[in-house]
């Protein structure tokens, strides 16, 4: 039984000084308050370990950006050198044109780049220069999709007034009768729309795009003067070399990368075509750190690492392994599980089961075992993640099957 | 703070609390004794609610009364928020006679809901008094929830998005329990004092105690749920939803 007894006082010393303690998606309330860490103190490849010294098989890969894995030699070393010569200055340095150049060779649908620190930098950046290039007000956006924390997409209310999200106009993911409707209903504001490849929510299922959905959003953008931002961001390179677009024949105008591209160092990138460039140019866009050539080679050498190796197929083996291991094990223990998403980015979901608690009790028993599983959100393979891995997970999870079938039954 | 939404909150979710008072507080029993009327608090385009006060107890109903014996009128709701916080006075539009229960009664009854919904009390209190506060509190955050899903413009995408399900909320080990849930389309139900069959969501709060913290604004929730003083288990859309709605709730009510 693993103690989190660190866990707990540093989360303690912390609500003290930090609204809630831990804020945002790593609040304890999010996971499994008790039964799963806090506070983080290492990694190694696809392992990583807490405050407690407890050590897991990481399957949430900092939520997405470690795609080599933890503390990676050759990302790590490159970082270093480049620390070793500062990193700090009043002009970009070579690696920003190095990684533009890199990029749009990667994404050849992208004609150019600009980077920032999040997600959230680049989406709501993305969605201006759409305003831009279109001079019209209207984004639509599917419901329930997180595009960041911004306030014209904020899950939640607070701070956020009726105006922040006057524009945002949505949608139910796949269903291309009421995009065509919402088109209509604002012909003539509708600067673009902006979607994630496929549909990930937190809490349930993921959902592919229906045959013909993505083409027919690009037939009437087309026919209506629209733009396609694909926030690209928790899908990305984790997929494919060139992004998400390539894997699911997405022809976006706008694409936002972020954490599958430096291997957990803070950078984002928007892209776009030669058509866009004219807004891209007009919308002012800096940050003090958004400079910093520190992510920009660690992203260099992620990217070439992603390229050159091996990695992204092995990525997806492993995947595709847990995927047909925990649905096999699912269906011996008498339950219909589903693993929905691409093989690097999992969601186990228990079909007659949606309210969670046979996924929480789940995913408690694989955690007291050292498999890292959320259990409200989907899972990410790295290339460090080694066939011994996904033994020990798949292991992990038919004890957690019988936990689960002992507690709750059917 | 919007003054509609205060005022609602207070007419649908503390003034009833005024029920279970007068069975439980004799100081509030003795203010009512004798008395028998129906006071309407009726604000100009805004909610309405009343007080019946018969046979020692007091009966609470949203909306207008069909004969009420004392008629308060508010232009506004800031008219209303303030003659609650003592500071104003109502129009009257019918019982001038009756007045007395206002500027005498209905004072004491809204001081002794104080005393036992802020636990004034505390630290020299029973048991039973200590129950009594996390009951009303609890009852207040129920009801309070219901007002801010009809009555807040800025829980409306909350309410749209909320998933249809219940949660079931209860005080361990034989606290009092209730339920807040999602029927259908802005369509919401409270239950104090009943437990759930098959609920999607179940919050567990450890103790008498850790519920008397949370109410009273000692602890915050995200902090008691970390140390695993509050156990939640289920549809945390669900759960996720009833939080913003309760933060929103208690900040209304301060």
């Keep these: 039984m693993n103690s989190y007894q660190k866990s707990e006082e540093l989360f303690l010393r912390a609500t003290k000084v930090i609204p809630e303690g831990i804020y945002g998606t790593r609040k304890p309330g999010f996971v499994l308050p008790k039964a799963s860490p806090y506070f983080a103190a290492r990694g190694a490849g696809g392992h990583y370990w807490d405050v407690d010294g407890n050590e897991f098989i990481d399957f949430m890969c900092g939520y997405g950006p470690n795609v080599l894995g933890h503390a990676h030699p050759e990302v790590d070393a490159a970082v270093r050198e480049r620390v070793s010569q500062g990193f700090s200055f009043n002009q970009p340095t070579e690696e920003m044109v190095e990684l533009a150049e890199l990029m749009t060779r990667l994404v050849p649908i992208a004609d150019w780049a600009v980077f920032a620190k999040n997600g959230s930098d680049v989406t709501t950046w993305a969605i201006r220069v759409a305003r831009e290039h279109t001079e019209r007000s209207k984004i639509l956006a599917t419901k329930g999709t997180y595009h960041g924390s911004h306030a014209w997409c904020a899950a939640y209310p607070a701070g956020v007034t009726a105006e922040d999200k006057a524009n945002i106009v949505y949608f139910n993911w796949n269903d291309l009768e009421q995009f065509e409707r919402l088109v209509e209903k604002h012909r003539g504001d509708v600067a673009g729309v902006i979607m994630t490849p496929y549909y990930h929510p937190a809490c349930a299922p993921s959902i592919m795009p229906a045959e013909g959905f993505w083409k027919g959003v690009r037939e009437i953008c087309d026919r209506e003067g629209m733009l396609i931002i694909l926030d690209d961001i928790r899908v990305g390179f984790r997929v494919h070399i060139q992004g998400s677009y390539a894997m699911f024949g997405i022809e976006p105008d706008l694409i936002c990368h972020a954490k599958a591209m430096a291997n957990g160092y803070p950078i984002a990138a928007a892209m776009g075509t030669k058509e866009v460039l004219g807004a891209a140019e007009a919308v002012f866009i800096s940050g003090t750190y958004f400079y910093s050539p520190m992510e920009m080679v660690a992203a260099l050498t992620t990217l070439r690492i992603l390229e050159e190796t091996d990695a992204i197929p092995e990525i997806a083996r492993m995947g595709t392994r847990l995927k047909e291991g925990l649905e096999s094990l699912g269906k011996s223990h008498g339950y219909n599980v589903t693993v929905s998403g691409p093989a690097a980015i999992p969601y186990l979901s228990f079909d007659d089961h949606p309210d969670l608690y046979h996924m929480q009790t789940f995913c408690r028993e694989a955690i007291a075992r050292g498999v890292f599983f959320h259990p409200h959100h989907n899972w990410y393979i790295c290339a460090a993640h080694t066939d011994e891995d996904i033994d020990r997970a798949l292991e992990a999870a038919d004890a957690a099957f019988k936990v689960v079938r002992e507690e709750l039954g059917g | ?254």
């Design chain 2, 1 to 254: 703070m919007d003054a509609t939404l205060q005022a609602s909150i207070f007419l649908k979710a503390i003034m009833p609390l005024m029920e279970n008072l007068v069975e439980y507080d004799q100081e509030a029993a003795a203010a009512i004794e004798g008395e028998k009327l129906t006071v309407q608090f009726d604000i100009k385009d805004g909610p309405a609610a009343y007080l019946t006060v018969e046979n020692g107890a007091v009966r609470h109903g949203i909306g207008k009364h069909a004969k009420p014996d004392l008629w308060l009128t508010f232009p506004t709701a800031d008219h209303f928020n303030n003659m609650i916080a003592g500071k104003g006075k109502p129009g009257i539009r019918k019982g001038f006679t009756r007045l007395g229960f206002l500027t005498k009664k209905f004072p004491v009854l809204g001081k002794r809901l104080m005393y036992h919904l802020r636990g004034e009390g505390k630290d020299d209190s029973s048991p039973e008094a200590r129950r009594f506060q996390v009951e009303l509190g609890f009852r207040a955050l129920l009801g309070g929830m219901v007002a801010v899903v009809s009555d807040d413009p800025k829980m409306k995408s909350i309410a749209e998005s909320m998933p249809v399900g219940t949660l079931y909320a209860r005080v361990l080990p034989d606290g009092p329990q209730g339920s807040f849930g999602k029927v259908a389309d802005n369509t919401f139900t409270a239950t104090f004092g009943e437990a759930v069959e098959n609920p999607n969501a179940v919050m567990e709060l450890g103790s008498l105690e850790i519920a008397r913290q949370l109410i009273n604004g000692e602890t915050l929730p995200v902090i008691a749920i970390g140390t695993g003083d509050v156990v939640i288990h289920g549809s945390i859309p669900l759960v996720e939803k009833i939080n913003v709605l309760l933060g929103r709730v208690s900040r209304v009510m301060g």
